[in-house]
């Protein structure tokens, strides 16, 4: 495998997005797919004519995906069947289709892949373009002076997964290895995944099985350019004092000396129409790679702002490199005009980290939740399909979606719709759970880890929705100090608009899992002053409809081995059921639905009612990969359970909130609260009428203002009970216009205690990877 920072004359690990006539899509139906046996990564890799069945392929997809479209494997995700397609990672895979091109005098052609997975070789007809490894980072391979007049092939080997490469371990990381492992419960210390930059979830987590793809993932191109290939643009901008100042740094490779015009036109996505901005810079170029910036100030920008705080408005660039009137080659960029800062929380200590997020100068509390792959076959997805969740992702109130470290550099549809419908982003980099080991400190991954960092970081820096980079998720910083520093510079270097974060949790940033895993009543949710938590969450059962989709009749209940192959955690979902045992399928639905709903809304409630001290709260975890007994709110198949249901109420920005004991009420307690009005708007509700209803009857009322982004007391609420309460309902409306309703299951009570062994686990555990 040669070193990835040294590269062949026609090969680029480069990154944009075109919309131009240039451009043309080579993915669809006109590729093929074939198997040949497994060959070691440094054999002669052409070895097409050993493949005795071509078979339909599809690209993007992934090898699973068109072997289940053809029936030559069952479904994977219905039952157990996963376990008899592992056979497909013992083979090595070829995709092949037909090009034709017929370049023109002066014409250049570069074949473009957004994504292979995960170790690959490209071919134009019988001549290696180039060998790779790696899933997120772009790869670009000229074949100017390649391809044949009429028709090649283009063709693509990718090693099978029983190929990644192993983790190899010194003698005291071999001597540690079992401890470790031990201490973490048969957690591996040195998981061979943390050998690769794959998707981490790829080789099994506890919402997805082990299903490690094998494809081309991501979108395929073919891009025809005159004697100028722009093969990069990034796209900073920085507004003040009404205006902004734009700086467009455009990566070119030429192949001739010569003078040209760089022609920018800056237009405003919603009126296309409006008067747009455009200027022209001349450019002296020399042959090959080179960068050119082109600076210009835009008047009166409209900025990009979060859908709570604003709209998000969408600018697009169109660039040319023209000479003599001719058009050599030209791309169309989106991008948006924004500022992002943190801010220390209020009372925070000297040491800690600034953990409040400023958007436009407004500090901003963060109503998130974290999101996984939505497939646990990725190349598959298409728009539509991010579209879908997206829309459920606004509708439930969320405001940021932290990208989480176990699962992907997502497609561009997914960052394209959250610039569209302002849903701030946090991207961490591919590296997770590594709590009592570390990552490799070899001279190939580090090269490995600076290569998908530049990729990364080129491909997303463009997107306003990108608010974060982090290194990763769960991992010590001090034991990988080194990598993350480097990926650091790297991130930095490409982009430095943002800030980064070494890992998560970190100093200020919380996972706080003692509720669930540490088996602790969900009340003690109000004793986590944390300034930032970004994981937290109950598990739960999706819909008996959906349950019926991938497990067999049989299985479907009393609770069993193939639940827990499907991710069920069933000791601690049966911990927090109210009833304790359902005898039905119906009753363990409900009862963990209700569960997960009920605990989320204490977590939430509490952290809200802090707010600024604590500065956002991130739901582990909106979605899921495959279909799962898990902690998502919205199942594999789309269908919401009620804590989505729930979170439109408590995610709205504003919300009226009851602090109150959490026990069993009956007739004749008294039942007090305390009322808290929390508005994440930047402008004011004044004068509102406030109602809280107990079972259908009217209970209290009151007219409250709430100012500006705040949090504050509203008042008391103290009722006798004549009768064992079930429910409380509060709204909150300002005329006839209703801004939003709140409701308490009172029925749902954890009378449990925590137990201290787990206390000092899960805190010895946070220590550790601070």
Known sequence: MPNPDIAPRTTYHEDHRTVTSNRRDLGGKQWHLGSVPPKPLESRSDDRAEVKEWLPATVPGNVRHDLLALGRIEDPFFGTNNEACQWVDGRDWWYVRPLELDLVRGERAFLCFEGIDYISSVFLDEVELGRHEGMFSRQVYEISDLVRSGQSEVAVRIWGSNSLPPRSLEWWERLWSPVATALQRGQEAFPHRSATLKGQMSFGWDFAPRLRTMGLWDEATLRVTGSVFVSDVFIRSQPQNEQAHVTVRATLDSTTTQRVIAQVEVRLREHPSAANWKGEFPLSLEPGQQIKDMKFTLPEPQLWHPWDRGKPHMYELELRIVQE??????????????????????????????????????????????????????????????????????????????????????????????????????????????????????????????????????????????????????????????????????????????????????????????????????????????????????????????????????????????????????????????????????????????????????????????????????????????????????????????????????????????????????????????????????????????????????????????????????????????????????????????????????SYHDPKRVRLLEVLVRGIGRWLLE
């Open 325 to 746: 009137g001719r058009v050599l080659d030209s791309l169309t960029e989106p991008f948006g005009i924004r500022k992002v800062d943190m801010a220390r929380n209020p009372d925070a200590p000297m040491r800690s980290e600034d953990w409040t997020l400023v958007i436009n100068d407004s500090p901003l509390f963060v109503r998130g939740a974290n999101w996984v792959p939505m497939d646990a076959l990725p190349g598959r997805l298409r728009r539509e399909h991010y579209q879908r969740l997206i829309t459920m992702v606004k509708e439930a109130g969320i405001n940021l979606l932290r990208v989480w470290g176990g699962g992907l550099r997502e497609k561009r549809a997914f960052y394209d719709l959250c610039d569209e419908q302002g849903i701030m982003v946090w991207q961490e980099f591919p590296l997770a759970c590594l709590l009592l080991g570390h990552l490799p400190r070899t001279r190939r991954f580090r090269n490995l880890l600076r290569q998908e960092g530049i990729g990364i970081a080129r491909q997303l820096r463009n997107h306003p929705s990108l608010v974060l980079w982090c290194g990763g998720n769960e991992f010590s910083y001090l034991r990988n100090r080194r990598l993350v520093d480097e990926l650091e510079r790297v991130v930095m270097a490409e982009d430095g608009t943002r800030p980064f974060r070494k890992a998560s949790p970190g100093r200020g940033d919380t996972h706080n899992w003692l509720v669930w895993h540490g088996k602790a009543p969900t009340r003690q949710y109000r004793k986590d002053t944390s300034p930032f938590v970004s994981e937290f969450g109950l598990q739960s059962v999706p819909s008996v409809t959906s349950l019926s989709q991938f497990l067999a009749k049989e299985d479907l209940f009393p609770p069993n081995n193939v639940w827990r192959y499907h991710c069920a955690q069933l000791e601690k979902l049966a911990r927090y059921l109210t009833p304790p045992t359902p005898n039905t399928l119906e009753g363990w639905v409900e009862a963990s639905q209700r569960a997960q709903a009920c605990g989320l809304q204490m977590a939430i409630e509490h952290w809200r009612r802090r707010k600024y001290r604590t500065s956002g709260t991130v739901i582990w975890q909106f979605n899921e990969p495959w279909p799962a007994i898990s902690w998502s709110l919205v199942d594999h198949y789309g269908q919401p359970k009620l804590a989505w249901e729930r979170l439109k109420s408590l995610y709205n920005p504003v919300l009226i909130s009851l602090e109150f004991p959490q026990r069993r009420y009956r007739a004749g307690d008294t039942f007090r609260a305390r009322v808290w009005g929390v508005n994440d708007l930047l402008s004011p509700c004044p004068d509102c009428l406030l109602e809280v209803d107990l079972d259908g009857q009217a209970v209290f009322s009151r007219i409250v203002s709430l100012p500006p982004d705040s949090s504050q007391p509203a008042g008391w609420l103290e009722v006798p009970l004549e009768r064992d309460p079930r429910a409380l309902l509060v709204r909150l409306r300002r005329g006839d216009r209703f801004i939003s309703s709140n409701e308490y299951d009172l």
